[in-house]
C-alpha cells in the first residue's frame, strides 16, 4: 500500500502545495502573497515534475482506477512543464488584473492536478471525474476576471458547451457499460474482443462510440465541437488560454489515445472511421477561418484548433501492430502534444505582453514589434515557423511523427489534405510575421517585459531547438511512453 | 419483472429530450435544465444495467452517486456564472451575450 502511494507522489505534492498556497494567500500580507503563492505554485509543481520523471519507467496499476505507467508519467511531466510556464508568464498579468491570487494559483495547481488523474485513469468513472475536475476548474479559470465582459461571457459559453458535451459523452458511457458489464478499462478490452457480451444489445457499440467521441473531441476542440474554442481562448484571461489551448487539450487526446487503444480496440473499425472524417475537416476549417482573423488571439486559438486535426492524424494512424515500435501513431501524439505545447504556450505569452504593453491584440498591435522590441519579435517568429512545421524546430519533428504512420498507414488522402493544410497555415502565420518586421506603425513606444515572462520565453525558445534538434531522444522517449501504455 | 429495454427507452427519450431542449432554448437556466436531463437519463441507464446485469458489483450504484455529486457541483458553477453574467449584462438569453464572434 504505502509503495503505491509513491507512485501517486506527483500528485500528492500538488494536492499539498494547493492547500499551502491557500492557507499562504489567507495569512500572508499582499505584498509578499505577490511573490510568494507563484513561488510556492511553481516550486510545487518542479517537485511534481521531478516525481514523476522518476518514476517514468513504472508500469503497475495503482488502486484499481490509475495506471502508474510510462504514457501517463509523460502527460504528467508535459503537464507540469507547460503549467510551470503558464505561471512564470502569467505572474504580473494576473497581479494587475485580480486581487484573488490565492484562488487562482489554487485553481490552476487543482487542474493540473485533474489532468494528471484523467490521464491516469484506467476505469470510465475515474475518467469521468477527473475530466470533470478539469472542466469545471477550467470554467472557473476561464471566468475568473469576473467583472470583465468578455471573461464572463467565455466561461458561459465554455461552460454551457462543457456540460452537454460532457453529458453525451457520459451517456456513451453508460452505453459502454451496459455492453460490457465493466467499468474497467482494460477488462472491457477482454471482453469485447472475447465476445462475452450482452449479445442483445452490441449494436449500441456504435452510438456509443460516436458519443464518446463527441466528449472527447470537445476537450481536444475537434470541428464541429470546436465552437467554444475560439470564445473562450479570445476572452479568457491570456494564461488561462495558455493553459486550455495547450494541456486541457492534450488531455483530451491522451484519454482518446487510451480508450481508444486499451478498452476499444475491438471497435476500431468505428473510431478509426470516425477520427478520420473528424482530422480532415478539423484542420481544414480551423485553417480557413484562421486566416480570416483581425486579432492575432483569436488567429491563434483557430490555428490551435487546426493543430487538433494533425495531432488526430496520429490517432488515425495507430496501426493494428500496436504501439510498441517508433511511428505506432500514438508516439506522434506524444511528440505532438509535446511540441505543440510549448510552443503555443509560447506563442500566446507573446500575445500576453503585447496585450500589456500596447493595449491590445489585434494585427496593428504587433505592427512594428520589432521596433519596439526585437526579444519578442524574435520568440514569436521562432513559434509561428514552430507551429508552421519548418525544421530544426519542435513542430517539424512533431508533424514528422505524425505523417509518417499515416503514410504507413497508406492513408495518402489525409496526408495530401494535412499537407496542403500545412502550407495553408504557413500563411497565415507569415502575416504576423510580416505585420511585427515589415510594418512601419509604431504608435505605443518601446514593450518591457517582466522577468518571469522573459524566464518564460527563454525556456519555450530552449525546448523548442531542444525537441527540434534532439528529436531522437525526444522520439525514444515518446516510443517509450507509447509501448508502455498499461493493457497493450 | 419490467424488462430492461423498457428502462433504457426511458432513458433515451429522456436524454432526447434534454438534447432538444439544449439546443432549443436560449435562457442560460433553460439549458442547465436540459443537461441535467441528459444526466438523470445516463442515471437510469446505469442503474437499469446494474441491476439487470450485475447487482452483486457496485460499480454501478457508485457510478450514479459521482454523476449525481458530479452534476450538483456543474450547477453550482454554472449558476455562480451566470449570476455574474446577470450582473454584467442584465441578461441571461444567450442570444444576447455576442461579443465574441468571428
Redesign the interface.
Same mark, same amino acid.
Given at each position: 500500500m504505502v509503495s503505491q502511494l509513491i507512485r501517486l507522489l506527483p500528485e500528492l505534492i500538488l494536492v499539498i502545495t494547493a492547500i499551502i498556497v491557500i492557507l499562504a494567500d489567507l495569512y500572508a500580507r499582499r505584498r509578499t502573497a505577490r511573490w510568494l503563492l507563484p513561488g510556492v505554485t511553481l516550486v510545487g509543481l518542479a517537485a511534481s515534475l521531478v516525481a514523476a520523471f522518476v518514476q517514468w519507467a513504472a508500469r503497475e496499476p495503482v488502486a484499481f482506477t490509475l495506471a502508474a505507467d510510462s504514457f501517463a508519467y509523460f502527460f504528467k511531466m508535459v503537464a507540469a512543464l507547460v503549467v510551470m510556464i503558464v505561471v512564470l508568464a502569467g505572474m504580473d498579468y494576473m497581479r494587475e488584473r485580480t486581487r484573488f491570487l490565492g484562488e487562482f494559483y489554487a485553481l490552476l495547481l487543482v487542474a493540473t492536478l485533474a489532468i494528471y488523474v484523467t490521464v491516469a485513469a484506467t476505469d470510465i468513472?475515474m475518467l469521468?471525474?477527473g475530466l470533470?475536475t478539469l472542466?469545471?476548474t477550467s470554467?472557473?479559470l476561464t471566468?475568473f476576471l =469576473?467583472?470583465d465582459?468578455?471573461s464572463?461571457?467565455?466561461?458561459?459559453?465554455y461552460?454551457?458547451y462543457g456540460?452537454?458535451a460532457s453529458?453525451?459523452m457520459?451517456?456513451g458511457?453508460?452505453?459502454l457499460? +451496459?455492453i460490457t +458489464?465493466?467499468?474497467d478499462l482494460q477488462e472491457m478490452a477482454k471482453r469485447l474482443t472475447s465476445g462475452e457480451v450482452?449479445g442483445s444489445l452490441v449494436w449500441l457499440a456504435w452510438p456509443a462510440v460516436v458519443l464518446v467521441t463527441v466528449g472527447f473531441g470537445f476537450k481536444a476542440s475537434l470541428v464541429p465541437f470546436h465552437q467554444w474554442a475560439?470564445?473562450a481562448y479570445?476572452?479568457a484571461p491570456t494564461p488561462v488560454t495558455m493553459f486550455l489551448s495547450t494541456v486541457s487539450k492534450g488531455t483530451g487526446f491522451a484519454v482518446m489515445a487510451r480508450v481508444f487503444v486499451s478498452a476499444l480496440p475491438a471497435l476500431s473499425e468505428y473510431w478509426l472511421s470516425l477520427t478520420y472524417g473528424l482530422a480532415i475537416l478539423t484542420m481544414t476549417l480551423g485553417n480557413l477561418v484562421a486566416l480570416r482573423?483581425?486579432?492575432v488571439k =483569436?488567429m491563434l486559438a483557430y490555428s490551435s484548433v487546426a493543430h487538433a486535426g494533425f495531432i488526430l492524424m496520429g490517432i488515425v494512424g495507430i496501426s493494428a501492430a500496436g504501439a510498441t515500435t517508433p511511428f505506432s501513431g500514438i508516439d506522434g501524439v506524444l511528440m505532438y502534444v509535446l511540441a505543440y505545447a510549448i510552443t503555443n504556450a509560447g506563442a500566446f505569452a507573446v500575445v500576453a505582453a503585447v496585450e500589456d504593453g500596447a493595449g491590445g491584440a489585434s494585427f496593428e498591435h504587433f505592427s512594428g514589434l520589432i521596433a519596439r522590441s526585437p526579444f519578442l519579435a524574435a520568440a514569436m517568429l521562432i513559434f509561428l515557423l514552430s507551429l508552421a512545421g519548418i525544421p530544426p524546430l519542435a513542430g517539424f519533428a512533431a508533424k514528422f511523427f505524425v505523417f509518417a504512420p499515416v503514410i504507413r498507414q497508406q492513408y495518402y488522402v489525409l496526408a495530401v489534405i494535412a499537407l496542403v493544410n500545412a502550407v495553408v497555415a504557413a500563411g497565415y502565420y507569415l502575416k504576423v510575421v510580416k505585420h511585427m518586421f515589415f510594418v512601419e506603425v509604431n504608435p505605443n513606444g518601446a514593450i518591457s517585459l517582466s522577468r518571469g515572462m522573459e524566464i518564460a520565453l527563454w525556456a519555450c525558445i530552449v525546448g523548442i531547438f531542444a525537441v527540434g534538434i534532439f528529436m531522437n531522444w525526444f522520439a525514444w522517449l515518446a516510443t517509450g511512453s507509447a509501448a508502455g501504455m498499461l493493457g497493450m | 419483472m419490467i424488462p430492461l429495454s423498457w428502462f433504457?427507452a426511458v432513458s433515451a427519450i429522456l436524454?432526447v429530450i434534454? %438534447?432538444f431542449g $439544449?439546443l432549443s432554448r436560449r435562457n442560460?437556466i433553460a &439549458?442547465?435544465m436540459? &443537461?441535467e436531463l441528459?444526466?438523470n437519463? /445516463?442515471n437510469i441507464?446505469?442503474l437499469? %444495467?446494474w441491476r439487470y446485469?450485475?447487482p452483486e458489483n457496485p460499480?454501478?450504484l /457508485?457510478?450514479a452517486i &459521482? /454523476?449525481i455529486t458530479?452534476a450538483a457541483?456543474?450547477a453550482a $458553477?454554472?449558476l455562480a456564472? %451566470?449570476i455574474?453574467?446577470y450582473r454584467?449584462?442584465t441578461t441571461v438569453n &444567450?442570444d444576447e $451575450?455576442d461579443?465574441?464572434?468571428?
Open positions: 468513472i469521468y471525474l470533470e472542466s469545471i470554467y472557473v471566468g =469576473r467583472g465582459k468578455r464572463n461571457e467565455a466561461a458561459v459559453k461552460f454551457l456540460a452537454a453529458a453525451v457520459l451517456y458511457f453508460s452505453l457499460y +451496459g +458489464g465493466t467499468t450482452m475560439p470564445d479570445e476572452g482573423q483581425a486579432s =483569436r | 433504457l436524454f434534454g %438534447f $439544449v442560460a &439549458i442547465l436540459g &443537461i441528459m444526466l437519463a /445516463v441507464n446505469v437499469a %444495467f446485469t450485475q460499480a454501478g /457508485v457510478w &459521482i /454523476v458530479v457541483a456543474e $458553477v454554472g456564472l %451566470f455574474a453574467l454584467l449584462r &444567450i $451575450v461579443l465574441l464572434k468571428g
